[in-house]
């Protein structure tokens, strides 16, 4: 079976720049999380999808992040413009029920903006 | 607000050795309680889970935890360590009323030696 996957796995680009980060949740699973992992914070979830729905986005930053999943089998976490720091490693999780199961997450996407 | 705290930033042990990873976390009611492990340049992948039940849980890989409530602790444990378990280990706890959220603790980086 294919895990959770994102793309691109790595991302440079420079201040300003529109940068679009992909995911593709496992077969069957209903709920999907984006999470930023950073050296001073940690992991921290971004944004809650349920059924394709978001439910939680109370951890995006600000307005520059946007997150949408138009189908069950793909999710994008879009951030414009681009700040240096923004640079973290996305990563992308699901699950069948949310948090009592456990969470796949994907091999993460590190996105450095210079 | 659930809360986790890994007292133990980084742990060095020889091979074959034993190896005990500490979490606290703080919640006021039951919580569910995971355990990840995160290979470098990797996404977590799940190592055991304690949601209610027998307080000593088996886990993948010949790890164990014990969920002490008395101290709300919920250590990991691994009687004989190998090169292949380097890596950072994330203790998360989950709260009921929101059973999609989990709160990372902030990490213990493991270094094995030969």
């Known amino acids: 079976d294919a895990g959770v996957i994102q793309s691109p796995r790595h991302e440079v680009t420079e201040m300003g720049q529109e940068v679009t980060l992909r995911c593709k949740p496992i077969s069957g699973h209903n709920s999907l999380f984006w999470y930023r992992q950073t050296m001073m914070r940690g992991l921290e979830l971004l944004i809650y999808?349920?059924?394709?729905?978001?439910?939680?986005d109370s951890g995006m930053p600000e307005d520059r992040f946007s997150a949408k999943m138009p189908n069950a089998s793909f999710s994008t976490l879009k951030i414009q413009p681009s700040e240096p720091r923004d640079s973290a490693v996305y990563f992308c999780?699901?699950?069948?029920?949310?948090?009592?199961?456990?969470?796949?997450f994907g091999p993460g996407t590190r996105l450095t903006v210079l | 607000a659930q809360s986790v705290t890994q007292p133990d930033i980084h742990i060095t042990v020889s091979e074959g050795a034993s190896l005990e990873l500490r979490c606290n976390y703080s919640y006021g009611a039951t919580p569910y309680l995971f355990w990840y492990v995160q290979s470098p340049g990797q996404g977590l992948q799940l190592l055991l889970k304690?949601?209610?039940?027998?307080?000593l849980v088996q886990g993948i890989k010949g790890f164990e935890a014990e969920f002490k409530r008395s101290q709300s602790s919920f250590n990991l444990r691994k009687p004989s360590v190998h090169w292949s378990d380097a890596a950072e280990y994330f203790c998360?706890?989950?709260?009921?009323?929101?059973?999609?959220?989990?709160?990372f603790g902030a990490g213990t980086t493991v270094t094995v030696r030969a």
């Open positions: 999808f349920n059924n394709n729905v978001p439910i939680d």
């Open positions: 304690y949601f209610s039940g027998d307080t």
């Open positions: 999780a699901s699950s069948r029920q949310g948090g009592r199961n456990e969470q796949f």
């Open positions: 998360a706890v989950g709260a009921l009323r929101d059973d999609y959220k989990l709160s």
